[in-house]
């Protein structure tokens, strides 16, 4: 049975960064595309990063280029979400999701193409 667990979430300030981790048992993780969602509150879930298998090849949604840096470790079975210079509209549940085997869209963000979700993680920032 596959498991996601992430962590780091929490209240900052404007300008703060944070650390998201999400670490994923029961399956073969270095086989999987690996990608990090949010979902606002009243919105509708957004893309935000995504990194191929051996991390060689990351993407970025427009919000956070530049702020955000998505990275895994395969022998640790995790996936990072280095998040600089937060702004209040990042406030949103952030998940972790692994990518279908052999997904050919994930990486661009197509969740329909991520079998399995985590349960979330929450990151308030405030002024």
């Known amino acids: 049975q596959v498991r996601l667990v992430e962590s780091g979430g929490g209240l900052v300030h404007a300008g703060d960064s944070r650390r998201l981790s999400c670490t994923a048992s029961?399956?073969?993780?270095?086989?999987?595309?690996m990608g990090w969602f949010r979902q606002a509150p009243g919105k509708d879930r957004e893309f935000v990063a995504s990194?191929?298998?051996?991390?060689?090849?990351?993407y970025y949604s427009d919000s956070v280029k530049g702020r955000f840096t998505i990275s895994r470790d395969n022998a640790k079975n995790t996936v990072y979400l280095q998040m600089n210079s937060l702004k209040p509209e990042d406030t949103a549940v952030y998940y972790c999701a692994v990518g279908g085997q052999g997904c050919s869209h994930c990486l661009l963000g197509f969740d329909y193409e991520y079998d399995h979700w985590g349960q979330g993680t929450q990151v308030t920032v405030s002024l």
């Open positions: 990194i191929t298998l051996n991390g060689d090849n990351t």
């Open positions: 029961g399956l073969s993780f270095s086989s999987h595309v």
